[in-house]
């Protein structure tokens, strides 16, 4: 997808061009910080899905391109046709779809592109986690290395102490015996 620099809906409505932050899929409508904090706590879209921005934007084109209304009809689109790969209405269904099997509701397609972000979004939490166990890994095998650093030393010392004290009896031992 190109890179394009989206609007609040909402704001634009005000003649205010603030950047959007997120994309409501419920609502098919760009969101910047404010309104999609409003959003999400208004009692008619508190549950709705959003999605990040930079997450819409990893969307096919033809995902982002699905409009909500059949121009053909003035319809709602309630359905996806998969061998045509189209969204239809329940009059295009009747007119051009009669005889196609693969039709799915668009709920469910929506679903399932919710499910891909959700996805998406614990693969870079996983990823984050992987990085730390890495960076952890690394302190804790230096950690290792220098406490088995520090063992080297302390035995070579302990030697060092242990030779010295020997060679410091056998001159006692050598005086008081001769």
Avoid at 34 to 39: A, G, L, V
Avoid at 69 to 89: N, S
Avoid at 152 to 167: A, D, G
């Amino acid at each position: 997808m190109t890179s394009v620099n989206h609007i609040c809906h909402l704001c634009e409505e005000e003649d205010v061009f603030n950047a959007a932050f997120v994309w409501c899929v419920d609502c098919e409508t760009f969101l910047c910080k404010d309104c999609e904090r409003h959003h999400s706590r208004n009692k008619a879209s508190k549950g709705h899905q959003t999605m990040a921005l930079n997450e819409y934007k990893k969307l096919p084109s033809f995902i982002v391109n699905i409009k909500s209304r059949c121009e053909m009809h003035d319809e709602k689109y309630d359905f996806y046709c998969k061998l045509h790969g189209a969204p239809c209405c329940v009059k295009c269904i009747k007119d051009n779809h009669k005889d196609c099997r693969d039709l799915e509701p668009l709920v469910d397609v929506l679903r399932n592109i919710k499910t891909s972000a959700k996805v998406t979004s614990l693969d870079k939490e996983l990823s984050t986690l992987i990085r730390t166990f890495e960076t952890v890994g690394k302190y804790l095998n230096s950690r290792i290395t220098n406490l088995q650093e520090n063992k080297t030393e302390s035995l070579k010392e302990i030697r060092n102490l242990r030779s010295s004290i020997n060679n410091h009896l056998d001159e006692m031992e050598k005086k008081n015996s001769g």
